[in-house]
């Protein structure tokens, strides 16, 4: 159950609020909102005293959340959240941009030049590759780590990578990585999200193969849990009977969050379609659903790339597809 508040309530109000639940063995968080208090019960609240605390002055409405995520919920923050990636804000006005290789490679520079003349905002490159085949390109680990920051930092935009086991996490903060890509395959390797959600880093958490949206937030529920709050949700496709596209783009889960979560959502068209001509429109269309922000992957020859190239898009698409975005997302009142 989530308690909201009158705006103004003293601390020490909702604190005695809180201590009632918790005395009884109900866990409590509150929630970052600044313009009005917000708690929520982790636990049963016993119906009396939920009852009892409803009926309080100071608190104007409690909601029961859709499912048993508590601080994912809508109901848990006033405004949506805007998510701090080394600066760049994701779920603000702005449709943001994340760009770059499939994986870190000998072109990683020439990507990211790239990637900023095309006005992208978050530079990607993976180094820790989950790859279906063992004996597929596996990805530079740390190595690779070091040339996508040096590279970010050279064009001045924030970086994001995939973490995949809890013994690199150590890795990813010596180099700076601004923002920790979890991949499908790992949604819900708990132990990887509550190792990674505690360390300042925000979190990009893509939908599993096959996940449905529920067990989805209960994956960003187990980040936001461990007090991580730069939370960010990624639609990247999943794996229906179609075997046309590499992944079918579930676009429909777009408004769906909206009305279920607080949490910015980006869509990845690349890895949704897995054919690079079709990206352009599915951004088009991403960004008129209400996307946040848009991954795409791009390669200076995509012939050469060591991963995913059927899905790589070359500068020019990428210079499009930002353009679009901008166009498209002020069309729709997403005014920067
Ligand atoms: C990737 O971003 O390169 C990747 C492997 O994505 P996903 O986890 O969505 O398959
Ligand atoms: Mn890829």
């Known amino acids: 159950m989530i308690f909201r508040l009158a705006p103004g309530t003293p601390a020490d109000v909702v ?3 809180r201590d009632r639940l918790e005395k009884v063995g109900v866990r409590t968080r509150l929630s970052p909102e600044t313009a009005q208090p917000i708690f929520a ?3 049963k609240v016993p119906t009396k005293l939920g009852e009892e605390i409803a009926a309080h002055e100071r608190v104007l409405e409690t909601v029961t959340p859709r499912g048993a995520w508590r601080l994912a919920d809508r109901a848990f923050r006033n405004t949506p959240t805007v998510a701090d990636v080394g600066g760049v804000r994701v779920g603000g006005r702005q449709v943001v941009v994340i760009a770059g290789p499939c994986s870190v490679d000998a072109f990683m520079d020439e990507a990211a030049d790239q990637v900023k003349r095309a006005g992208g905002h978050i530079l990607r490159g993976g180094a820790y590759k989950p790859r279906t ?3 597929s ?3 530079f680990g740390e190595e690779g780590l070091r040339l996508l920051k040096s590279s970010g930092n050279r064009i001045g935009l ?3 990578s995939e973490i995949m086991d809890a013994s690199h996490l150590p890795a990813f903060i010596e180099h700076g990585i601004d923002c920790l890509q979890v991949g499908a395959r790992n949604m ?9 959600s505690s360390c300042g880093i925000p979190v990009l958490l893509k939908r599993g193969l096959a996940a449905t949206v529920e067990e989805w937030l209960y994956s960003a529920e187990y980040v936001l849990a ?5 939370v960010i ?4 496709g999943i794996r229906t009977f179609e075997k046309a596209t590499r992944n079918t783009l579930d676009l429909t889960i777009l408004p769906l969050l909206r009305e279920w979560t607080h949490l910015p959502v980006v869509v990845d068209p690349s890895h949704a379609a897995g054919i690079a001509s079709l990206i352009p429109t599915l951004s088009r269309a991403s960004v008129a659903a209400g996307a946040d922000g848009l991954a795409i992957e791009i390669h200076p020859d995509p012939s050469q790339a060591r991963s995913d190239a059927d899905q790589a898009l070359l500068e020019g698409e990428l210079a499009q597809i930002t353009a679009d975005a901008r166009t498209l997302g002020a069309v729709i009142g997403r005014r920067e």
């Open 15 to 17: 604190q005695e609020l």
């Open 158 to 160: 924030p970086v994001i």
């Open 233 to 236: 949700l990624c639609e990247r």
């Open 226 to 230: 461990g007090g991580c709050q730069n």
């Open 41 to 43: 019960a982790v636990d």
């Open 133 to 135: 085949s063992p004996w």
């Open 188 to 196: 819900q390797n708990f132990t990887l999200l509550k190792a990674i």
């Open 137 to 139: 390109f596996q990805g």
